[in-house]
T-cell receptor, first 116, second 109 residues
Framework: GAVVSQHPSWVICKSGTSVKIECRSLDFQATTMFWYRQFPKQSLMLMATSNEGSKATYEQGVEKDKFLINHASLTLSTLTVTSAHPEDSSFYIC????????????FGPGTRLTVT | RKEVEQDPGPFNVPEGATVAFNCTYSNSASQSFFWYRQDCRKEPKLLMSVYSSGNEDGRFTAQLNRASQYISLLIRDSKLSDSATYLCVVTGGSYIPTFGRGTSLIVHP
């Protein structure tokens, strides 16, 4: 149980384009989903927290107009990187939490984004 | 002071060794504690939750010391496959998880 999928697993896009990443909880209802970014050899950085049906809460320094998060259902959250730049190239990981069974998070496999 | 601190290591140990990591946290109101394992270029995977009474899962033992505000992870009889980065995660009153930067473990033959 507690499987989280993420799609796509990797993507290459050109500067100025937008990229959408999907995060799905496959066998549980995710009341809360988290989006992280991780640069090589660095720790996970929390970007935002999203609760189903409400607006995401962004961490300080993360532009909400650039990183659009939608959590429309209990099993799906999406992150859209708008007008991508090369410095947005990173490993984006989502995690999901089933609030009814504790505070453990289960992570998706991540999406490696390269902006050229 | 960072909210969650870990020694980044690396801890370099031979197979069969016992190794322990500590993680300190600054928020005394923290409620939930976890150890995750992350392999290179992969997502973190939950290793174990940490309970006040301590818990053990095979070769892995986790302890929580609320008075001194730290959690620990003990790995016995280390295997080559234990080589990874071990992340400490603390959840406070806001239920937002805070990650440590991880401790790197290298187990060599």
């Amino acid at each position: 149980g507690a499987v989280v999928s993420q799609h796509p697993s990797w993507v290459i896009c050109k500067s100025g384009t937008s990229v959408k990443i999907e995060c799905r909880s496959l066998d549980f209802q995710a009341t809360t989903m988290f989006w992280y970014r991780q640069f090589p050899k660095q720790s996970l950085m929390l970007m935002a927290t999203s609760n189903e049906g409400s607006k995401a809460t962004y961490e300080q320094g993360v532009e909400k107009d650039k990183f659009l998060i939608n959590h429309a259902s209990l099993t799906l959250s999406t992150l859209t990187v708008t007008s991508a730049h090369p410095e947005d190239s990173s490993f984006y990981i989502c995690s999901a939490r089933d609030g009814s069974s504790g505070y453990e998070q289960y992570f998706g496999p991540g999406t490696r984004l390269t902006v050229t | 002071r960072k909210e969650v601190e870990q020694d980044p290591g690396p801890f370099n140990v031979p197979e069969g060794a016992t190794v322990a990591f500590n993680c300190t946290y600054s928020n005394s109101a923290s409620q939930s504690f976890f150890w995750y394992r992350q392999d290179c270029r992969k997502e973190p995977k939950l290793l174990m939750s940490v309970y006040s009474s301590g818990n053990e899962d095979g070769r892995f033992t986790a302890q929580l010391n609320r008075a001194s505000q730290y959690i620990s992870l003990l790995i016995r009889d280390s295997k080559l496959s234990d080589s990874a980065t071990y992340l400490c995660v603390v959840t406070g009153g806001s239920y937002i998880p805070t990650f440590g930067r991880g401790t790197s473990l290298i187990v060599h033959p």
